[in-house]
């Protein structure tokens, strides 16, 4: 990962002095200093397959895949269209603007927030008319960067939780007699405010949280990027460490490269 480059020039200040009753000392060195963060432009990159296996119904088509991810750069790549029988077929759509369809779709990261809308179709092209089962599966070894990897119900992204972590199972039965909608959102560690970037919000978001009475952040486990399993004003310290004195990545506490929670590989 891509350490935040620290620069001095004008920044706004205004977020840091927010909470100078809370945590008065961390606050005003960084607040004398002039100090601001530019966000990172690269993070964590990866790439995962989602499979659809459906019902295996004479000469019909019955599997298919997609690819998601992040890197450095994005790119995409349109669907293709359906064969002309099928029993399970898969789409992924923008789930800002719904573009779309693509068969691979690798967001920029920093670019917007990850999150993608799978549209699945379990029933297929094959008579009779009726409901059928498909397997959506992944292998969850891919989803290697520390964080947290959700699928949700329906195609908006607060919807109901199905999987809370993709790094816990593999594979998710499905019924229907017609499409399936999924949000697959990544909330990498440390984004406490899950604005798709790690930086100085961040900070403010935890501190509003812990000590405030702020908003509570979308995905708890991402905020203890010490991995002391307690999220609390170490994990605080931790990020301005890791922005401002060249401490550790979150959920690398030993900076040794290997993520030691928050990660489907550990």
Known sequence: MQRLSVGRGQCNMMAIRRFPTIVPALFAV???????????????????????????????????????????????????????????????????????????DIRQYGDTLSRWVIEVDPRG?????????????????????????LLREGFVHDGPILVPDMCDISSMQIVSDGPLYFVLQYVECGDADASGRLNMSDVVFLVSWIFGGGGSPLVDSVCNVDCSDTINMSDIIYLIQYFFADGPAPCDPNADGAFDCLSCVR
């Open 30 to 104: 960084m607040s004398l200093s002039g100090v601001c963060l530019a966000d990172s432009s690269v993070g964590g990159a990866w790439s995962a397959t989602i499979n659809v296996e459906g019902q295996q119904i004479g000469s019909a088509v019955y599997q298919f895949q997609l690819t998601l991810g992040v890197d450095a750069d994005s790119s995409r790549l349109p669907l293709f269209p359906p064969p002309p029988e099928y029993t399970a077929f898969m789409k992924l759509w923008d789930a800002y603007d719904w573009t779309g369809p693509w068969y691979a």
């Open 125 to 149: 092209n094959v008579p009779p008319p009726g409901e059928r089962s498909a397997t959506l599966s992944w292998d969850p070894a891919e989803f290697a960067p520390p964080g947290s990897f």
